[in-house]
């Protein structure tokens, strides 16, 4: 990012396995809790009383990712004090990652399914199921499938009509829409941006599935995460007295395409770096999707690999990281107690090959 365009991280917030906000989380990490199984998942708040009225029609529709992203979001908003900023809608951007594939749990038919076996005691009567589906299943079931059911309740809720986009993905979607919202900010084309990131892998069919697809590194289980940033110019924030917590530094995203992945990971982790004028290998603390990412950087004794702790959450641990690592550089440690340095780059690594980064730096 161009210095005489600074770009500071105002609010954030990271909902996670081990509860809501960044305390909650980072105190878990610092006393070495695990989640406590495949299907570590998070309770999901629900924001009923916190909706205004004339939105509580749409929050019905929000999924369990949703759920997890709004709480994000509007903690972030609230610390950055973004809705008393006095801003256009039109000048507050929103981009958001997603990704939520539990719907393979089957959950929403148990209740129906249960009937028509007698509690599993028997195969289906179909009419019987039939009946019971149409008393027993939320008739918004399909609705609640939609991702972008969480960027519609947001956008009308905090004003956020500027500059946007949605993307979903396994990995890397939750640090590139933050990068696109620095550049946004930075660029003029929105005043103030709202960024995030949400996934939840947490539920049993999807462990199942994550676990025979082998892309799940050994030790990590399926988790559900959300991770929440207010982005604005330095002078911006500095001018209205807000605190900035981190500023962002770097971003760049990649492709391994047909060549090595490892090699993508070092060439965009030096892209991000050099948008401020640093080697990866100065960078004070790095923090990784996997040890092979962290091993791609050089990451060595600086690197640090939550997602072990956290779980696999796709675009929300890439967003927990990026919230966790900013944390670290403000408060000048890590979770463990070990130094963190004035600078921290998380890169992240799907599973296609594409490569995401974003480079940190202390505000102040």
């Given amino acids: ?13 990271v909902v996670a396995w081990p509860g809501h906000g960044v305390d909650a989380v980072w105190d878990a990490l610092a006393a070495g809790r695990r989640p406590a199984g495949a299907s570590a998942t998070v309770p999901e708040p629900w924001l009923r009383h916190q909706v205004p009225a004339e939105l509580e029609s749409q929050a019905k529709f929000l999924n369990g990712a949703s759920q997890l992203a709004a709480h994000a979001i509007t903690t972030a908003v609230l610390a950055a004090r973004l809705d008393d900023a006095g801003l256009p809608d039109d000048r507050k951007g929103f981009f958001a990652a997603q990704v939520d594939p539990t719907v393979i749990d089957f959950a929403a ?59 979903s993905g396994w990995r890397t979607p939750g640090l590139a829409v933050v990068g696109a919202a620095a550049r946004a900010v930075a660029r003029g084309d929105a005043t103030a941006a709202v960024a995030y ?72 982790a030096v892209a991000a770096c050099g948008e401020a004028g640093l080697a990866v290998d100065a960078v004070g603390s790095v923090h990784g999707d996997t040890q092979a990412t962290l091993d791609a950087v050089g990451a060595g004794d600086r690197g640090r690999l939550w997602r072990t702790a956290l779980g696999e959450a796709g675009p929300g641990g890439d967003a927990a990281d990026l919230v966790l690592a900013a944390t670290a550089v403000a408060r000048g440690r890590r979770p463990d107690g070990t130094p963190a340095g004035t600078t921290a780059l998380v890169v992240a690594a799907g599973f296609d090959g594409q490569v995401a980064a974003v480079l940190l730096g202390r505000a102040g």
């Fill in 197 to 268: 990131g949400a996934g939840r892998n947490g539920g049993p069919v999807t462990t199942m599935e994550l676990a025979r697809l082998g892309v799940l590194p050994a030790g990590t289980v399926g988790g559900d995460a959300a991770g929440a940033f207010v982005l604005e110019t330095l002078d911006a924030a500095t001018a209205r007295g807000a605190s900035p917590v981190a500023i962002v530094r770097g971003a760049a995203t990649g492709s391994a395409g047909r060549g090595s992945l490892a090699a993508a990971v070092r060439a965009t």
């Fill in 1 to 13: 990012m161009s210095p005489a365009r600074a770009v500071a991280i105002t609010g954030l917030d």
């Fill in 109 to 167: 038919y148990r209740p129906a399914m249960a009937d028509a076996t007698d509690g599993f005691r028997r195969a289906p009567d179909l009419e019987q199921l039939n009946a019971a589906s149409v008393r027993k299943m939320n008739p918004f079931y399909l609705l609640e499938t939609l991702n972008n059911n969480a960027f519609s309740l947001v956008s009308a809720w905090h004003g956020l009509r500027g500059a946007n986009t949605s993307v």
